[in-house]
């Protein structure tokens, strides 16, 4: 059984946004608050979580999570990778975690994160992290296969992942036709849904829409959702029965 909970489901900003007046950022429903998105990933006796963002130390806090294997990075965006510093209480706890991430990425985080890979001059307190180069080939990590999806942002490559019958999509614009045939037959899909308007390099709500029908897994939540989205309930009544909005701390399970 594969145990998934969100962290969080906003957008680059999160909800509320700072100094925002919009309505969304001052509703009192809990739902409309939305940290940098984030998911947490339980197996057997193993934990691991894609992306780690600016808030990943207080989600870590709220979930009582003790112990974290290693990370799968989508991408280099700060709101996905900014939070790689607060991995030291889990490496300090268990020793040494394992990063996995497209060459670009890696080198990314080398270069921002410099005093953490440089092997040579290792500051005192940082943690050791072991980066893994991953493909667009399926990889197995603890007895899990791992399936790489191919997705744009943009121009930019992301990462997908499909674990299962369960698929994590985020950052997407556009999805090719031979890597949409790696989501065939899913009984959930994870899938980014930024707003009601169109947008250079995120799906907004129609094309999220159409997306998932093409797709047709048996149940999609959208995620990295922003304010202009709507509110989370009135948003959903207006959702197809199997799409439904992901919230913070949604937890799911997938056989």
Aim: aromatic share 10%.
């Amino acid at each position: 059984m594969l145990q998934i909970t969100f962290l969080g489901t906003g957008t680059s900003q999160g909800i509320p946004v700072i100094g925002s007046t919009h309505p969304v950022c001052k509703s009192d429903n809990v739902k409309d608050k939305r940290l940098r998105s984030s998911i947490l990933l339980n197996w057997k006796m193993f934990t691991y979580v894609i992306d780690c963002g600016p808030d990943f130390r207080y989600q870590m806090l709220r979930s009582n999570c003790d112990k974290i294997n290693g990370v799968f990075f989508t991408h280099e965006h700060s709101d996905h990778v900014a939070g790689l510093d607060d991995l030291r209480p889990f490496y300090f706890n268990q020793g040494e975690l394992h990063v996995y991430a497209h060459k670009r990425v890696l080198e990314k985080l080398k270069k921002r994160y410099d005093y953490i890979f440089d092997n040579k001059n290792k500051y005192p307190g940082i943690p050791v992290i072991n980066p893994i180069n991953i493909s667009n080939i399926p990889f197995n990590v603890n007895g899990l296969d791992i399936v790489p999806i191919n997705v744009y942002h943009n121009k930019l490559q992301v990462f997908g992942f499909r674990i299962k019958n369960f698929a994590y999509i985020t950052d997407m614009k556009t999805i090719s036709v031979k890597e949409l045939k790696k989501l065939s037959n899913l009984d959930t899909l994870v899938l980014n849904c930024l707003r009601i308007e169109e947008h250079h390099s995120h799906l907004n709500l129609t094309e999220a829409i159409e997306l998932v029908e093409k797709i047709n897994p048996k149940v999609c939540y959208f995620t990295h959702i922003s304010h202009h989205l709507g509110f989370h309930e009135e948003v959903e009544k207006r959702l197809p029965k199997n799409i439904f909005l992901a919230y913070d701390e949604l937890s799911l399970t997938v056989s």
